[in-house]
């Protein structure tokens, strides 16, 4: 059984930085991986993918403040999170498959093999 556990969140103010950690225990048949956001009464966003058939992808309202990185020794996935507005408090979670799909393809979808139970990020101005 895998499980993600993620860690990270806080509450900062606005151009402040957040590094998120997602850490992955059990038997690991994990390639795909990324971050996702959700805010109460809107659909989960996903920001970032890594592992999966192109490289990484990005949303286009995070390209350039964050970033996502894998440590491939540990397994655990991070999320760097600079220039942060009052726009990105959210809860965030990490998300995984066993297979191999297109980056952007990975990120648009909420269907994944695995969820972590999700991280608060508080950004105010």
């Known amino acids: 059984q895998v499980q993600l556990l993620e860690s990270g969140g806080g509450s900062v103010q606005t151009g402040e930085s957040l590094r998120l950690s997602c850490v992955v225990s059990?038997?690991?048949?994990?390639?795909?991986m990324g971050w996702f956001r959700q805010v109460p009464g809107k659909e989960r966003e996903g920001l970032a993918a890594?592992?999966?058939?192109?490289?990484?992808s990005y949303a286009d309202s995070v390209k350039g403040r964050f970033r996502i990185d894998k440590d491939h020794t540990s397994g655990t996935l991070f999320l760097q999170m600079n220039s942060l507005k009052p726009e990105d408090s959210a809860m965030y979670y990490c998300?995984?498959?066993?297979?191999?799909?297109?980056?952007?393809?990975?990120?648009?979808?909420?269907?994944?093999?695995?969820w972590g139970q999700g991280t608060q990020v508080t950004v105010s101005s």
């Open positions: 890594i592992n999966c058939a192109v490289g990484t």
């Open positions: 998300a995984a498959d066993t297979e191999y799909v297109g980056c952007t393809s990975f990120r648009l979808s909420t269907v994944h093999n695995y």
């Open positions: 059990g038997d690991n048949a994990i390639v795909s």
